[in-house]
């Protein structure tokens, strides 16, 4: 089994600052993609950001120059450091990670259980 565990989120206002962090544990002999996206209750889930496993990396629109996504790979971590805030940034956000359990099982994605981020005016 694998489980991927958020942390980082909470309340900060317009312009300020948060890092998010996730870490992957379990049964796990690679991983790929790891990234970060948000859901409202007005909007299906989104990509915010991902990063292979070589460090290439991938951004919404809304948040590029913004936020930068990063990774640990011998620690199995993805992070998400978050800068400019706005309130529409305001959403839950949630950890995905391809993972290969082992080395001849297929991958499969893994999703945490969200953190909020909540941006005030």
């Known amino acids: 089994q694998v489980q991927l565990v958020e942390s980082g989120g909470g309340l900060v206002q317009a312009g300020g600052s948060l890092r998010l962090s996730c870490v992957a544990s379990?049964?796990?002999?690679?991983?790929?993609?790891m990234g970060w996206y948000r859901q409202t209750p007005e909007k299906q889930r989104e990509l915010v950001a991902r990063i292979t496993s070589g460090g290439s990396t991938d951004y919404a629109d809304s948040v590029k120059g913004r936020f930068t996504v990063s990774r640990d790979n011998a620690k199995n971590m993805v992070y998400l450091h978050m800068n400019s805030l706005k309130p529409e940034d305001t959403a839950v956000y949630y950890c995905?990670?391809?993972?290969?359990?082992?080395?001849?099982?297929?991958?499969?994605?893994?999703w945490g259980q969200g953190t909020q981020v909540t941006v005030s005016s």
């Open positions: 995905n990670a391809n993972i290969r359990g082992r080395r001849n099982w297929a991958p499969n994605d893994y």
């Open positions: 379990g049964t796990i002999f690679s991983i790929n993609d």
